[in-house]
């Protein structure tokens, strides 16, 4: 069974900086992982992902050049950093495990994120 925590997150002015980490537990240094956001009023959306090995990620757009998703899978953590926050990042930031073993290719899809943590505040000012 995996379990993930997030921490990291809090009040940030825009423009400001943010390093989100992803304490796991479980058999997760064989699965791709990610992050996901949603915020008030929102449907979740697709932040960041990292494949198995830490060789390949993939960012949605409005994040892209922003972001840096990372993993050690010695400690089982996984990180995500985010600069030049903007008011529009604000949301809950949830760590995501993908359900499927050594997936070969990375995947953004909510469903095929089988386990979740119980998600960290973002909140950037203006």
């Known amino acids: 069974q995996v379990q993930l925590v997030e921490s990291g997150g809090g009040l940030v002015q825009a423009g400001g900086f943010l390093r989100l980490s992803c304490a796991a537990s479980?058999?997760?240094?064989?699965?791709?992982m990610g992050w996901f956001r949603q915020a008030p009023g929102k449907e979740r959306e697709f932040v960041a992902a990292?494949?198995?090995?830490?060789?390949?990620?993939d960012y949605a757009g409005s994040v892209k050049g922003r972001c840096t998703i990372s993993r050690d899978n010695g400690k089982n953590m996984v990180y995500l950093q985010i600069k030049s926050l903007k008011p529009e990042d604000t949301a809950v930031y949830y760590c995501?495990?993908?359900?499927?073993?050594?997936?070969?290719?990375?995947?953004?899809?909510?469903?095929?994120?089988?386990?979740w943590g119980q998600g960290t505040q973002v909140t950037v000012s203006s």
């Open positions: 995501a495990v993908d359900g499927q073993e050594f997936r070969r290719q990375l995947t953004i899809r909510i469903t095929d994120f089988n386990y």
């Open positions: 479980g058999r997760t240094f064989s699965r791709n």
């Open positions: 990292i494949n198995w090995s830490g060789s390949s990620t």
